[in-house]
């Protein structure tokens, strides 16, 4: 499975951005899919996931402010973020599983990441 990330930016404390994530090669609707995130100096983290049937799970950091969706008529995921600060600054990463998991090394396949940037 190939997965690219489009839609990072710079982008003000309290904006909002919209995240993609594209897949091919490999039937999407059989994956879960996650969004984590690495910001210099620090270990990846998960922030968002969303099964094959869309039930999803967030972290506490993103609860209320992202919103994780899944479109599998184009194979493509998303991650809306509300009122970003600059502490979710970081590169973004969709990645693919077949266990709905906010476990990074469960997921099989990743993107090459966008980053993200959250400042005045």
């Known amino acids: 499975v190939q997965l690219v990330e489009s839609g990072g930016d710079l982008v003000q404390p309290g904006g909002s951005l919209g995240l993609s994530c594209a897949a091919s090669?490999?039937?999407?609707?059989?994956?879960?899919m996650g969004w984590f995130r690495q910001a210099p100096g620090k270990e990846r983290e998960f922030v968002a996931a969303?099964?094959?049937?869309?039930?999803?799970n967030y972290a506490d950091s993103a609860k209320g402010r992202f919103t994780i969706s899944r479109d599998n008529g184009k194979n493509t995921m998303y991650l809306e973020m509300n009122s970003l600060k600059p502490e979710d600054t970081a590169v973004y990463y969709c990645?693919?599983?077949?266990?709905?998991?906010?476990?990074?090394?469960?997921?099989?396949?990743w993107g090459q990441g966008t980053q993200v940037t959250v400042s005045a």
């Open positions: 990645a693919g599983s077949r266990w709905f998991s906010p476990v990074a090394p469960t997921y099989d396949y």
């Open positions: 090669g490999r039937t999407f609707s059989d994956l879960a």
């Open positions: 969303i099964s094959r049937s869309a039930n999803t």
